[in-house]
């Protein structure tokens, strides 16, 4: 009786500490050119963020043919890089797939999964979509929409060589997103998403109807510029969005009373809600707008870092830095980047991260992470 009693009471504790364990904040980070990576960048990239206990990367599907924030590309092309493919298989070129399919299983050894950002506003102008339809056509465009979704369901059913059609691999894949930061550009008041905020709900509708069952891999909207024009109430009543992406970088937007205002409507929307970009400018231009500059003094930068992570982890929200880099950091155009390890900033960040993995959460993200 007696053992059976501790064995019970064993029990409860353990579930008692399993749940709460479940509830538990935790950081990540961002590369948009992960695809680009040499093996050995990869690896060490790989392995700083695992020392910072991060837990998600989240790439995206650009091409890029140069060096990137002083990182040595591996070139490869767009996924659609001549014409709109109209789900036509041999049309894409899948060489960025094929690129990303290389990160699948060192991630996961190194306990971090991938979210995928399947496109991005920052490419449309230019890209086969934007001189197709034009950038709000994009949007608008019933044409548009259906070619979006066959490249959208193009990705998801990309069969991994050894593991599968990404659309199966939770164990690999934290989430997948339609597009980074959707219709930004088109006005500075964020009057466009609000009009046409039914383009996300829309395209997570074809997320899901791939991904079907599998609720073990996310849908997240990509955020927007700020935190206000992030959450959209039709994304929080859009039944197969799943998590509203925050992307800012104003130090406003980090205060944790502001924050948890957010963080109860989604509650009450029964929606997660997840900073999935935000940084701290090098230099000491606007923290909104940091393209060059003097540089910040290092104890400078590193409070700013701490302060605002701190924020962030206090309203419970979990979090996405923009970005860790593989190498030293040459400061080259807008930047928040911190180089891995080496960094005069690594240290701090790392720290915020760990602090991350104790602190509790607003949302249940445990089941998702490895
Ligand atoms: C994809 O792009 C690469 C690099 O430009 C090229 O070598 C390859 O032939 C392309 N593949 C297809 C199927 O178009
Ligand atoms: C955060 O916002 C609250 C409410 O507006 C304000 O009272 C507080 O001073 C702000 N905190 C910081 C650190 O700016």
Not at 320 to 337: K, M, S, T
Request: proline share 5%; with cysteine; charged share 15%.
């Amino acid at each position: 009786m007696l053992r059976a009693w501790l064995s019970a009471s064993a029990l409860v504790a353990a579930l008692a500490a399993h749940s709460a364990a479940a509830s538990f904040s935790f950081a990540g980070s961002n590369l948009y050119y992960a695809a680009g990576l040499y093996p050995q960048d990869r690896d060490t990239l790989l392995s700083g963020l695992q020392s910072a206990g991060m837990k998600v990367l989240r790439v995206w599907l650009d091409g890029q043919s140069e060096t990137q924030k002083g990182t040595n590309i591996r070139p490869f092309p767009s996924l659609e890089p001549t014409q709109v493919c109209n789900g036509v298989a041999s049309c894409y070129n899948d060489t960025v797939l094929e690129r990303l399919d290389e990160w699948f299983l060192p991630a996961r050894a190194h306990g971090i999964k991938l979210l995928i950002s399947m496109h991005s506003y920052n490419a449309l102008p230019g890209d086969v979509y934007g001189q197709t339809y034009g950038v709000t056509g994009f949007y608008e465009d019933a044409d548009a929409q259906a070619a979006f979704d066959a490249r959208l369901r193009h990705v998801l059913e990309h069969v991994h060589p050894t593991l599968g059609p990404w659309k199966d691999l939770d164990e690999y894949i934290f989430g997948f997103e339609a597009e980074n930061e959707a219709m930004i550009g088109i006005d500075g008041t964020g009057a466009y998403i609000r009009a046409h905020q039914e383009w996300q709900c829309d395209r997570a509708n074809t997320i899901r109807g791939e991904l079907g069952s599998n609720e073990g891999i996310l849908v997240l909207t990509g955020g927007e510029s700020w935190v206000d024009e992030s959450v959209q109430d039709g994304f929080l009543s859009c039944p197969t969005l799943d998590v509203i992406s925050l992307h800012a970088y104003s130090p406003g937007d980090f205060n944790t009373t502001f924050l948890q205002t957010y963080i109860q409507r989604a509650q009450t929307a029964g929606k997660k809600l997840l900073m999935e970009e935000w940084g701290a400018c090098y230099y000491d231009t606007d923290q909104n707008n940091c393209p060059s500059g003097d540089a910040l003094p290092t104890a400078t930068r590193n409070t700013n870092l701490q302060t605002w992570a701190s924020e962030i982890t206090a309203a419970g929200l979990p979090w996405l830095y923009w970005q860790v880099i593989p190498n030293a950091d040459p400061h080259w155009g807008g930047d928040y980047e911190i180089g891995v390890n080496t960094d005069p900033s690594w240290s701090t960040l790392e720290a915020a991260s760990l602090a991350a993995l104790q602190a509790p959460a607003a949302f249940d993200f445990g089941p998702w992470l490895l």
